[in-house]
């Protein structure tokens, strides 16, 4: 190879005239990897299918050293193409000395005009350059280090990725529509442009840029525009500043002819030296001008100006705008007078302004210049607006005044601007101290909106919110009136009516006029007449509803009496005392129900429910209703059936409430179905909008006595029950109903009843579940009884009742257990402090006890010194029977919960599961 392979940064091949590489240097070795002699070179080097455009032995360039851009270099090359015989060409290639000077002398910025002139003044050294191409949002070709650093970036590829590789990025966005006029959008090779806009920098600014490009092939075949950008911010900020200046002299004397015309009549120039004057005329007061402009001498203007103006502006005119009154003020500059006057036009009196304004003229003379103008419609207006103002405030007045006859207060507040003035008027002297105390309607709404009774605050809101009036308020009128309850900042509650009406200011500002007054009083008469109303029903309702529980009550009770005598009379016979035994419970648990009902409805009303939520399945949940009800049904002659159709099987639920729920509903459906009767249960899942739940419908249906349409829509009501019990011989409080609708509603749900008298009834609960997994379940295993398990247990009852102390300590001794007896909880506590460590094995707690109830019992016992006392099985057995009865034993400490009346088989699974 030759010695100038060994030239640095330089190219250096031999091609033959069909573009075979015959010769290369190492540079080029190492540059195009896997180059090989015999190699077409356009597509070793260029990876193109076809000669390169600028390659002179193609053709395709009349000049032997072209300059390109080459992918490879990432830089713009010049080749210099020699001939040496027998068909082959040395090409010696390296980066274009100066590539901005280059292709700032290719793109002829000589050529340019008036901005081209601009960039001569430049070294093309500071010459930015960018290329895109052709395509949409230019995809970004090449850039030069100049134009990376006039746009504020630190490196080619900070520069790549502020852009997004998108030339379109580096134009102002307001720009680019004028840019994208001057490209056009037909693009050829050799096509060239010229346009100035705004470029963006890294940082937020910008600067103006003179762009000259030119459309050229790339090696690749495909078009780009290659641009020369110049930062010209400051000759353009100087030559639009030139051009403003121009136009803003060119304008003054329009401006001032068009000021003229607008505003004034006429403009007279009066030489203050030669009493001469010049007329500029405007619009209007055409008769005056024609006489005014028969002149040129100012005084003479003024008598023909004073033979029309009515005698009583006479002198005042004279005094103010005569030409020796004008001369005496020459020295003055500016404004020195003004007056409005009356005079005779063809239609009759007319009004007529005239200013007057002193200076001097280009050459230092002293002038006046009188302007005037017919004012005679904008005074009649004028007028008009008086008389309005005089009626406004005399209706300002007559509303001060009802204000404070009818009213506490009277608010008007600017719709658009919040601020309010208020009238004061006679009471509400706390709502009125508050108003006065501040200037915006804001705090005043929040205010209203903070003190007023929550049932009532929506409507409050909605009446008050300006929202509600900006943009649409259209007639005067009352547009609301709202009666609400308010509590005041000293405890007490007042009644208070608010009436909104809208209209405008004399400013034709949108307004409200709020007016409030205590109606307290008048509301309580309303109230009291009411109130006796509702008592009256209500008295009506409890009367039937004691007459109910009374036969209810003694029903039960009369059969456990008169069974009790029956079974003392015969002992000596099993199956009669058996029989007695049985309806003995029967009667308690219907005894127990109704009892259960009134409390639950007690404790509804009071508001202290819970939602105890545990894991539950769905069918083990119906399976434990159905085996409720089944016998029961099958001994009535009842056909009781049901059905589950759910995909998911496990579910939150809290059972307690549930089983009340059913219970209640499948119990009416068991005590209104005759026999030969059906009663039927169906589950089914149905979709929920709520991520996480599903919705369980419930439906129980019967072929009962059914419900009559005039009864239905009371069936919730409280204490109310279609036929007594000595009408149809079924016990009931009246309240199962109520008590599960409210029930229902408390865990989300909803009940509908429907029902036809002689048909039969369908109930529908629909009640959400969040669901739960089979591994959420609790499971409670059943207790295996060692008949020898309680034999010499020690148990501490504590039980204030004679008769409930005595029943238990039977039960108990019968199990095998030894009892000591504690008759309220100090008495407890200090038994068990007494005894041994380990004496007593258990503490059987009542809750209601004198001296010392069991929670406190419990609390105290807990924190004994000693350990083994401390630490006790304690058992509350009580008759607060409720969920949040139980959790506060938990709470005290205690180790578990049994409701009174005593159920033995409860009792006995509870203590064996402590004591087992």
């Known amino acids: 190879m030759s010695d100038r392979s060994k030239v640095i940064n330089t190219d250096y091949y031999v091609i033959s005239d069909d573009f075979r590489l015959l010769d290369f240097n190492q540079n080029v070795k190492d540059r195009y990897k896997g180059i090989q002699l015999g190699d077409l070179c356009y597509q070793a080097t260029m990876k193109r299918d076809t000669p390169c455009p600028h390659c002179p032995i193609a053709g395709n360039s009349q000049n032997d050293c072209p300059v390109y851009y080459d992918p490879f270099y990432r830089d713009w090359v010049e080749a210099i193409f020699s001939e040496i015989g027998d068909g082959k060409y040395a090409v010696t290639c390296h980066p274009a000395n100066g590539d901005a000077r280059s292709m700032f002398q290719r793109l002829k910025i000589d050529d340019l005009s008036l901005e081209g002139n601009l960039l001569k003044e430049y070294d093309s050294e500071n010459i930015g350059m960018i290329g895109g191409y052709c395509e949409d949002s230019f995809p970004l070709y090449y850039v030069n280090e100049r134009m990376i650093e006039m746009l504020g970036y630190d490196s080619r590829e900070d520069f790549e990725e502020g852009i997004d590789r998108k030339v379109v990025n580096t134009i102002h966005p307001d720009d680019l529509p004028q840019v994208t006029a001057d490209l056009g959008n037909h693009y050829y090779v050799g096509m060239k442009y010229e346009t100035t806009y705004r470029m963006p920098r890294k940082d937020g600014t910008w600067f103006w840029t003179i762009d000259r490009g030119e459309v050229i092939e790339t090696a690749d075949g495909r078009l780009a525009i290659i641009s020369a950008c110049l930062d010209v911010t400051q000759e353009y900020e100087q030559q639009e500043a030139r051009k403003r200046e121009s136009d803003a002299s060119a304008s003054k004397d329009r401006i001032q002819s068009d000021i003229i015309e607008a505003l004034y009549s006429y403009h007279a120039t009066v030489n203050l030296i030669t009493g001469k004057y010049t007329l500029t005329v405007g619009t209007g007061m055409e008769e005056f001008i024609r006489k005014f402009s028969k002149t040129d001498d100012y005084a003479e203007a003024c008598d023909l100006l004073l033979s029309n103006v009515l005698p009583e502006y006479i002198d005042e005119m004279n005094r103010q705008f005569s030409l020796e009154a004008l001369r005496r003020q020459q020295n003055h500059r500016g404004h020195i007078g003004q007056m409005l006057y009356a005079g005779v036009t063809a239609e009759g009196i007319g009004w007529f302004e005239v200013n007057v304004f002193m200076g001097v003229d280009d050459e230092g003379t002293p002038i006046a210049s009188v302007f005037g103008r017919d004012v005679t419609e904008i005074h009649m207006a004028q007028e008009r607006k008086e008389s309005e103002l005089r009626a406004v405030t005399a209706r300002d007045q007559l509303l001060s005044d009802i204000t404070k006859m009818l009213y506490g207060y009277n608010m008007t507040v600017n719709v658009n601007t919040?601020?309010?003035?208020?009238?004061?008027?006679?009471?509400?002297?706390?709502?009125?101290?508050?108003?006065?105390?501040?200037?915006?309607?804001?705090?005043?709404?929040?205010?209203?909106?903070?003190?007023?009774?929550?049932?009532?605050?929506?409507?409050?809101?909605?009446?008050?919110?300006?929202?509600?009036?900006?943009?649409?308020?259209?007639?005067?009128?009352?547009?609301?009136?709202?009666?609400?309850?308010?509590?005041?900042?000293?405890?007490?509650?007042?009644?208070?009516?608010?009436?909104?009406?809208?209209?405008?200011?004399?400013?034709?500002?949108?307004?409200l006029h709020i007016l409030g007054r205590d109606v307290t009083e008048a509301h309580e008469k309303a109230d009291t007449k009411a109130q006796l109303e509702i008592a009256n029903a209500a008295n009506a309702a409890k009367s039937a509803f004691l007459f109910n529980m009374s036969h209810d009550i003694r029903t039960p009770m009369n059969a456990?009496?008169?069974?009790?005598?029956?079974?003392?009379?015969?002992?000596?016979?099993?199956?009669?005392?058996?029989?007695?035994?049985?309806?003995?419970?029967?009667?308690?648990?219907?005894?127990?129900?109704?009892?259960?009902?009134?409390?639950?409805?007690?404790?509804?009303?009071?508001?202290?429910?819970?939602?105890?939520?545990?894991?539950?399945?769905?069918?083990?949940?119906?399976?434990?209703?159905?085996?409720?009800?089944?016998?029961?049904?099958?001994?009535?002659?009842?056909?009781?059936?049901?059905?589950?159709?759910?995909?998911?099987?496990?579910?939150?639920?809290?059972?307690?409430?549930?089983?009340?729920?059913?219970?209640?509903?499948?119990?009416?459906?068991?005590?209104?179905?005759?026999?030969?009767?059906?009663?039927?249960?169906?589950?089914?899942?149905?979709?929920?909008?709520?991520?996480?739940?599903?919705?369980?419908?419930?439906?129980?249906?019967?072929?009962?006595?059914?419900?009559?349409?005039?009864?239905?829509?009371?069936?919730?009501?409280?204490?109310?029950?279609?036929?007594?019990?000595?009408?149809?011989?079924?016990?009931?409080?009246?309240?199962?109903?109520?008590?599960?609708?409210?029930?229902?509603?408390?865990?989300?749900?909803?009940?509908?009843?429907?029902?036809?008298?002689?048909?039969?009834?369908?109930?529908?609960?629909?009640?959400?579940?969040?669901?739960?997994?089979?591994?959420?379940?609790?499971?409670?295993?059943?207790?295996?009884?060692?008949?020898?398990?309680?034999?010499?247990?020690?148990?501490?009852?504590?039980?204030?009742?004679?008769?409930?102390?005595?029943?238990?300590?039977?039960?108990?001794?019968?199990?095998?257990?030894?009892?000591?007896?504690?008759?309220?909880?100090?008495?407890?506590?200090?038994?068990?402090?007494?005894?041994?460590?380990g004496y007593y094995d258990l503490v059987l707690m009542d809750i209601q006890m004198p001296n010392m109830n069991g929670y406190d019992a419990t609390?105290?016992?807990?924190?004994?010194?000693?350990?083994?006392?401390?630490?006790?099985?304690?058992?509350?057995?009580?008759?607060?029977?409720?969920?949040?009865?139980?959790?506060?034993?938990?709470?005290?400490?205690?180790?578990?919960?049994?409701?009174?009346?005593?159920?033995?088989?409860e009792l006995i699974k509870e203590l064996a599961n402590i004591l087992g």
């Open 859 to 905: 609390r105290t016992i807990r924190a004994l010194p000693d350990s083994g006392k401390a630490n006790i099985p304690i058992l509350a057995m009580t008759a607060n029977a409720f969920e949040e009865d139980k959790r506060e034993a938990y709470r005290s400490g205690m180790n578990g919960h049994l409701a009174k009346p005593i159920n033995v088989r």
């Open 560 to 837: 456990i009496i008169g069974f009790r005598n029956l079974l003392e009379k015969h002992q000596d016979e099993p199956e009669k005392r058996a029989d007695y035994l049985r309806k003995i419970d029967d009667a308690s648990t219907v005894l127990l129900s109704i009892i259960n009902n009134v409390l639950e409805m007690a404790r509804i009303e009071k508001g202290t429910m819970e939602n105890d939520e545990t894991a539950w399945s769905a069918e083990q949940f119906n399976d434990t209703l159905y085996s409720v009800f089944h016998e029961m049904m099958v001994q009535k002659g009842i056909e009781f059936t049901r059905q589950v159709v759910v995909n998911n099987h496990y579910v939150f639920c809290d059972p307690i409430k549930l089983r009340e729920i059913f219970l209640n509903v499948l119990s009416n459906a068991y005590k209104y179905t005759n026999p030969g009767g059906k009663v039927n249960m169906h589950l089914e899942e149905i979709p929920s909008d709520r991520e996480g739940y599903v919705l369980y419908q419930t439906t129980i249906s019967d072929t009962g006595i059914g419900i009559s349409e005039e009864f239905l829509p009371h069936i919730f009501e409280e204490f109310t029950r279609e036929n007594n019990t000595t009408d149809n011989k079924i016990e009931g409080t009246g309240l199962g109903m109520p008590i599960v609708k409210h029930l229902v509603e408390f865990l989300g749900g909803t009940i509908e009843v429907k029902s036809e008298k002689g048909v039969g009834t369908t109930v529908i609960i629909t009640l959400p579940h969040r669901i739960a997994e089979k591994s959420d379940l609790v499971m409670h295993a059943g207790v295996e009884l060692d008949p020898k398990l309680f034999l010499g247990k020690r148990i501490l009852l504590a039980e204030d009742n004679e008769l409930n102390a005595e029943i238990a300590i039977e039960i108990l001794k019968e199990a095998g257990f030894v009892i000591e007896r504690a008759e309220d909880g100090q008495i407890c506590v200090d038994m068990l402090n007494q005894a041994s460590s």
């Open 418 to 511: 919040g601020k309010y003035t208020i009238i004061v008027g006679n009471g509400m002297e706390h709502t009125v101290a508050y108003l006065q105390a501040h200037d915006r309607y804001d705090e005043v709404y929040q205010r209203f909106c903070q003190s007023t009774d929550a049932l009532y605050r929506s409507r409050v809101a909605q009446i008050m919110s300006l929202d509600n009036y900006r943009g649409r308020i259209e007639n005067l009128g009352l547009v609301g009136t709202e009666e609400f309850l308010e509590h005041l900042p000293d405890g007490t509650d007042a009644w208070h009516e608010m009436n909104v009406i809208t209209g405008f200011d004399r400013e034709g500002e949108p307004i």
